[in-house]
């Protein structure tokens, strides 16, 4: 696979107030994001996370270390505008990217500025708002609008200038459940569809089952990279972390502590519905034989 974001023993610490010493956020940390892949980025508040997010498209620069974006090092001024068409940004506050007084014309702000031309940007436009179903509000003023139908106009932005990589802030922590799972059937589509390497900081456990690797941020270092499946099995670690697993990982979990043969490794509702039917088919096999 080749890789698309290159974290390379990266450190970063904000500026010191007076009479104080800097606090490294972040420890060392390398980190390899390849073509295609949707890498889920799990962590406590303070942990990191989002400093390593921002440092993915040159908003951070790390204090040591190098962040390559396609062989691109984004401490290198010049090249900060190719890298941000690349990877595109979505924060956890929708208000820190809309600019425009109308929702279609804040979706088509990045796209005038990129130069596309008018039709296509049209296409762009109304196939980005559809994707978050927010089309129906295209002549909407977004100061109308509820946090989360701003988040979901944010996300259409990014959409819309199709980067090669899209990184996420909690880009779903304002919205409802039913607001959550559109945005991550939009999430997949990108990925699985249209080969969009997506990085997703998240709080959401069930956001982080859907995705191809699960990275987990302990104070300012990688404390795990692996599938979902492996690092959700690990569920007294993250515990330990201060994080939770699913909700169906926990429930299995808890009855493999009272003694029920379940897999430590199910992480959706649908493998705990055929893991719970299975064990009790047997025991009602059992009861019969004897």
């Known amino acids: 696979m080749q890789p698309l974001l290159q974290l390379e023993n990266v450190r970063f610490h904000y500026p010191a107030e007076e009479d104080t010493v800097p606090e490294e956020v972040v420890k060392g940390v390398s980190l390899t994001v390849n073509r295609g892949e949707l890498v889920a980025v799990l962590g ?3 942990s990191g996370k989002s400093t390593l997010a921002k440092m993915c498209n040159g908003i951070l620069l790390p204090t040591e270390g190098r962040v390559l974006v396609d062989g691109m090092d984004t401490a290198h001024e010049e090249r900060l505008q190719e890298i941000r068409r690349r990877v595109g940004m979505v924060f956890q506050n929708p208000d820190n990217q809309i600019v425009a007084t109308i929702v279609e014309e804040d979706v088509a702000f990045a796209l005038e500025n990129m130069g596309v031309p008018q039709p296509e940007m049209r296409q762009r436009v109304d196939e980005a708002l559809k994707a978050v179903h927010m089309y129906d509000y295209r002549n909407h003023a977004p100061h109308q609008l509820s946090g989360g139908q701003k988040q979901r106009v944010a996300i259409a932005g990014i959409i819309a200038m199709r980067p090669e990589c899209i990184v996420m802030d909690e880009p779903t922590a304002m919205l409802d459940p039913h607001g959550r799972g559109q945005v991550m059937r939009t999430i997949r589509k990108l990925n699985r569809e249209f080969g969009i390497t997506v990085l997703l900081i998240t709080h959401e456990m069930d956001e982080a089952a859907q995705c191809d690797r699960v990275v ?5 270092t990688i404390r795990m990279d692996d599938t979902p499946r492996n690092v959700f099995a690990r569920v007294a670690e993250m515990k330990e ?5 699913p909700q169906v990982t926990e429930l ?15 992480i959706t509702e649908e493998e705990c519905v055929a893991a719970l039917y299975q064990l009790l088919k047997g025991r009602e096999t059992i009861g019969a034989d004897s």
Request: no cysteine; proline share 4%; hydrophobic share 35%.
């Open 252 to 266: 299995a979990e808890l009855l493999r502590q009272g003694g029920y043969p379940l897999d430590s490794h199910i």
């Open 44 to 46: 406590h508040n303070g």
């Open 241 to 245: 972390i201060g994080l939770d697993v």
């Open 216 to 220: 987990v941020v302990d104070h300012g």
